[in-house]
């Protein structure tokens, strides 16, 4: 298995990441630990995705969501490899994030995961190319 992680962009407090990972069913999951408030868009690939708020299969369109200091595992049960877009918040630059969205009341995630959305597919996930056929 490896994982390759390409910086993207970065600011003060956050920091964007390309991260591939070629993982499959014959490696073991293996205990990680976010180091900064995650949220990750899958691009590409099937894995499960472990931690103590409870587990979740992730596809292309679902977001993972990891807290700071939060230990987790993926694995790759069904599938080899995934690509995720992957944004980092320090703790203090995501408070004032979460402070100005109308009603939010918490500064940490409860699920590990959100579901694909129809309105954020398009923002995720890269275009399809058209099918030709030759005859």
């Known amino acids: 298995m490896s994982m390759s992680m390409h910086l993207l962009a970065s600011g003060p407090g956050w920091r964007v990441e390309?991260?591939?990972?070629s993982a499959?069913?014959?490696?073991?999951?293996?205990?990680?630990?976010?180091d900064l408030v995650?949220?990750?868009?899958?691009?590409?690939?099937t894995f499960e995705y472990r931690?103590?708020?409870g587990w979740a299969t992730l596809v292309p369109g679902a977001l993972?969501?990891?807290?700071?200091?939060?230990?987790?595992?993926?694995?790759?049960e069904h599938g080899v490899g995934d690509r995720c877009l992957s944004f980092h918040f320090d703790p203090g630059?995501?408070?004032?994030?979460?402070?100005s969205v109308?009603?939010?009341?918490?500064m940490t995630f409860t699920i590990p995961r959100l579901a694909p959305s129809e309105a954020l597919l398009?923002?995720?996930?890269?275009?399809r190319r058209p099918m030709t056929i030759s005859v």
Do not use: K
Not at 18 to 21: K, R, S
Not at 24 to 34: I, K, T
């Open 102 to 106: 109308p009603r939010a009341r918490r």
């Open 38 to 45: 995650c949220v990750a868009a899958v691009t590409r690939g």
């Open 51 to 53: 931690t103590a708020d």
């Open 24 to 34: 499959g069913p014959h490696d073991r999951p293996f205990e990680e630990q976010h």
């Open 122 to 127: 398009p923002v995720i996930l890269p275009p």
């Open 64 to 76: 993972m969501l990891g807290n700071p200091g939060a230990c987790f595992e993926c694995g790759h």
């Open 93 to 99: 630059f995501f408070e004032e994030i979460v402070a």
């Open 18 to 21: 390309d991260v591939v990972c």
